[in-house]
């Protein structure tokens, strides 16, 4: 898995579509966080036929709004 860092404050995963477990490792969360995220609009997420993916920009929106959140 690739992801490039270009700092504390932006972190930025490159574009592409990650795997829910994918995802649990990016933002070291477990897999029922990561749906209770998406079911509450906080994490974006698709569809690809019938599996989920969460676009990495959907990951590094979701960084910058615990940052903003944190002060």
């Known amino acids: ?7 504390a ?5 490159l574009v592409r579509l ?5 995802a649990m ?6 897999r029922s966080v990561i749906y209770e ?6 994490l974006r997420s698709v569809c ?3 599996s989920r993916r969460i ?3 959907a990951i590094a929106e979701y ?3 615990l940052e903003r959140e944190a002060g």
């Open 1 to 7: 898995m690739t992801v490039t860092i270009s700092g």
């Open 9 to 13: 404050a932006d972190a930025a995963p």
């Open 18 to 22: 990650y795997r829910v477990s994918e």
């Open 25 to 30: 490792e990016l933002l070291s969360l477990s």
């Open 37 to 42: 995220l998406i079911r509450s609009g906080r």
């Open 48 to 50: 690809e036929g019938r």
């Open 55 to 57: 676009p990495g920009s």
């Open 63 to 65: 960084i910058a709004l």
